[in-house]
């Protein structure tokens, strides 16, 4: 998870690199009236993937567009840096108020770079619970359950082993069968802070928290180490850059990426039977546009803001929304831009009084400490700066948080609500039928012991960050109806359906009941810093969350559900092809097909997406 520091010194580095980047590796002027086999948008982390696969038959050529640039700079490149947020890579803009957050406004953070958020994210390896994606299945997506998609969890991963005497030392385990022989590589880093041993004494004495050997196999709730995507061979971030384009570009004269080069909108040869033919982009360098061609399929994978934005602008959305910008509606579908969801945060915090040296902390307040740990990975390659996120997590289930009671009466609730008291305006009768589906799921899922509904990462310091894990609460993108163009508006509706902020409050009181366990002496007295313990009732605990904007974040960057699969009576945008309804030779294959947010960090699962993006591509021909 990510800290965000205020400090200046690398900002400046990165602003430096930024302009480097721009001014040396700019491309592809050259490309203007040229037709490819496929055309991707966007060449992030599922794009990587995609175009990858795709040009495994030589004969098949294929154009990646980026926005942003190639980025060497060591916050790209350094595990330790995911623990900053590069903002020269980001583009970030304030969302809409939210009305239940005291109509503060929250940053709206997409990646801008070859490799997209792979690149600058918090390194977290989580996949959902394998009833996550069964749930996916279950709303009408034949193919794309677990055991549809565990093939392609393991064929974008392979794990490296952490060296055996820093794994016996902390009883470092991992699940074998969960990764193959992949392009993305995961570690579990023989760093770790000492009071990380504490943390698993103290998990080790939970009542009812399962300790398997290792995570990612689709199990639900419980203690895992689980790895980061750090690649052990030479100890750097290992993104979907490393792993897809850098091995394959210089062999590969049927991939072509050009950078700095924004697609503005996507270009139709037919209103009937609609067909996408390909894009306009505008040039960084020169601000000219030029149209590019697909012989067989324009592929979004911009991300899950910026592609609806693409679909909207080309008049493929909401009518009504498209009308009042301005737009041609070419096809009417009320799901782009809706379903919005991410992962809610409560930013929970403890002091412990006696922490051990070194600790997370001391990077920041001993100066003598991070020049050593900077030497030593400068030379060695180990230690503190080899390693970012939590390798620790505690997943647990709303029984679990709460009681089974509680739970049942939860999803009770849940099932009695009118379901558009709580809902987006905007909101139309597909929409709704789709989110009955999401709720009759939802539901089952709040009261069972295989679903996880927090992900605490343990850090060996007193931060215990509790994302949400399942939202009821449905966010929107709409177009900015006057500059359509410019980066859309977002309302996250962040505890909209009061549910939401029932199970937060269960969050907080289950970290409480956590941090009371006798096992934390060692590192005793705690205290509760944040939301603070001076909150008791659950009203003044959700009142503490709701009115100080640092306490509880609508975002962890998991943006998503913005061209959800789901068949489209349900609201859905694409379907299980991941063709766009009523477009021929379009595609979506990024974060925006995910119809319901898995209980994981979502890079693991959009990889997984993308590989089988790729073979459903490849099988159309
Ligand atoms: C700050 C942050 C921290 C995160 N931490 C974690 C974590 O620890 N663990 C985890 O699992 N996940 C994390 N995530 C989420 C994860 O990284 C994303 O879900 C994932 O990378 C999304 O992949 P994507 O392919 O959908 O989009 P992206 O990777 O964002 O790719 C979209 C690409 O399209 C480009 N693009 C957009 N619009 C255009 C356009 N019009 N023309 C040309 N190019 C365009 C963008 O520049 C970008 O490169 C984090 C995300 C962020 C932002
Ligand atoms: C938030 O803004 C809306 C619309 O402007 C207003 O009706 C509401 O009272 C505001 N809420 C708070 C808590 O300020
Ligand atoms: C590792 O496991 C052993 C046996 O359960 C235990 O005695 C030891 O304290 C554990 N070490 C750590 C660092 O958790
Ligand atoms: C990709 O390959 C081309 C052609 O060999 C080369 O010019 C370019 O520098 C390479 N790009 C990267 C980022 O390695
Ligand atoms: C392109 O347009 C942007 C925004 O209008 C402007 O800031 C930039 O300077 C322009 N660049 C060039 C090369 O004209
Ligand atoms: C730690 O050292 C690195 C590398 O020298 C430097 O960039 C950073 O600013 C230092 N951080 C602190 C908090 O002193
Ligand atoms: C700071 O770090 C140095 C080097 O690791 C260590 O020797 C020293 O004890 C630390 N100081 C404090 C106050 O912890
Ligand atoms: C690098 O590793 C060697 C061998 O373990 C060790 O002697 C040396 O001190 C390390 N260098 C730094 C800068 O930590
Ligand atoms: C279950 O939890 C609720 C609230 O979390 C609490 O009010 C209730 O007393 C608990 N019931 C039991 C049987 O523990
Ligand atoms: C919409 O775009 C206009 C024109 O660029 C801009 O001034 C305005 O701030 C934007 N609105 C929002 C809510 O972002």
């Not at 003598?368 to 700066?385: C, F, Q, R």
């Not at 620790?392 to 379901?419: E, I, K």
């Not at 305006?425 to 939802?442: D, M, N």
């Not at 089952?444 to 960050?465: D, E, I, Q, Y």
């Amino acid at each position: 998870m990510k800290v965000i520091s205020t400090s200046g010194v690398a900002l400046t580095l990165a602003l430096a690199y930024t302009a480097l980047a721009g001014s040396t590796l700019h491309d592809g002027l050259n490309v203007d009236g040229k037709t490819y086999d496929y055309i991707v948008v966007g060449g992030g982390t599922s794009g990587l993937v995609v175009a990858n696969r795709l040009t495994e038959d030589r004969r098949t050529t294929v154009l990646v567009i980026e926005r942003g640039y190639f980025d060497d700079k060591p916050e790209a490149i350094i595990p330790w840096y995911g623990n900053l947020l590069d903002t020269s890579v980001l583009a970030s803009v304030p969302s809409a108020p939210n009305p239940k957050l005291n109509n503060a406004t929250f940053p709206v953070s997409v990646a801008a770079v070859v490799g997209g958020g792979s690149v600058v994210n918090g390194m977290g390896y989580i996949r959902g619970s394998k009833s996550d994606y069964d749930a996916w299945e279950e709303l009408g997506n034949p193919g794309w359950g677990w055991d549809g998609l565990y093939p392609y969890f393991r064929k974008s991963t392979t794990f490296d082993p952490t060296a055996p005497e820093a794994a016996s030392k902390f009883n470092i385990t991992y699940d074998p069968r969960a990764y193959g022989k992949g392009p993305i590589h995961l570690h579990i880093p023989e760093f770790q802070y000492p009071d990380i041993a504490t943390f698993w004494d103290v998990l080790k004495h939970q009542n009812s928290v399962a300790i398997p050997l290792g995570s990612n196999i689709g199990n639900g709730p419980g203690a895992y180490w689980t790895p980061s995507t750090i690649d052990a061979r030479d100890a750097t971030r290992s993104t979907s850059r490393k792993g897809y384009y850098d091995p394959v570009n210089a062999t590969r004269t049927n991939l072509r990426l050009i950078t700095g080069q924004t697609v503005k909108e996507i270009l139709f040869s037919n209103d009937k039977p609609l067909t996408a033919k390909g894009v306009r982009i505008v040039s960084a360098l020169d601000n000219k546009s030029r149209n590019v061609y697909a012989r067989k399929e324009v592929i979004l994978a911009a991300g899950a803001v910026q592609s609806p934005q693409l679909l909207l602008v080309s008049g493929i959305g909401p009518g009504v929304q498209l009308r009042a910008a301005g737009i041609k509606v070419r096809k009417d579908t009320p799901a782009v831009g809706a379903n919005y969801q991410d992962h809610a945060t409560t930013m929970i915090r403890y002091t412990l009084a006696q922490q051990s040296f070194p600790n997370p902390d001391t990077i920041f307040t001993n100066a003598t400490y991070n020049d050593t740990v900077w030497a030593e990975y400068l030379s060695n390659k180990t230690g503190a700066i080899a390693g970012a996120s939590a390798t620790t997590l505690l997943l647990l289930s709303l029984p679990q948080l709460s009681n089974f009671s509680s739970a049942s009466s939860v999803s009770a609730r849940y099932l009695a609500q009118n379901p558009s008291t709580y809902l987006p305006s905007t909101y139309s009768a597909p929409l709704i039928e789709g989110y009955k589906a999401q709720r009759r799921i939802l539901a089952k899922r709040l009261t069972s012991t295989s679903a996880s509904v927090v992900a605490h990462a343990l850090l060996g310091n007193g931060f215990f960050p509790g994302p949400l894990l399942k939202p009821l609460s449905r966010g929107t993108l709409v177009l900015n109806a006057s500059d359509p163009y410019n980066f859309p508006i977002i309302q996250y509706n962040t505890l909209m359906n009061p549910l939401d902020g029932e199970n937060i409050v269960s969050i907080v009181r289950h970290a409480r009941r956590f941090f009371a366990s006798p096992e934390f002496v060692p590192v005793s007295p705690v205290m509760e810093l944040v939301p603070g313990a001076q909150y008791s009732t659950d009203e003044q605990i959700l009142d503490a969350l709701t009115s100080d904007p640092m306490v509880l974040w609508p975002t962890l960057g998991h943006p998503s559900g913005t061209c959800a699969m789901m068949p489209e009576r349900l609201g859905g945008c694409v379907g299980p092809d991941l063709k766009v309804y009523g477009v021929k030779g379009l595609s979506v294959v990024d974060a925006s097909v995910i119809p319901l947010i898995p209980g994981g960090a979502l890079q693991a699962t959009v990889y997984a997406v993308a590989e089988k993006a790729g073979d459903l591509i490849k099988a159309r021909g």
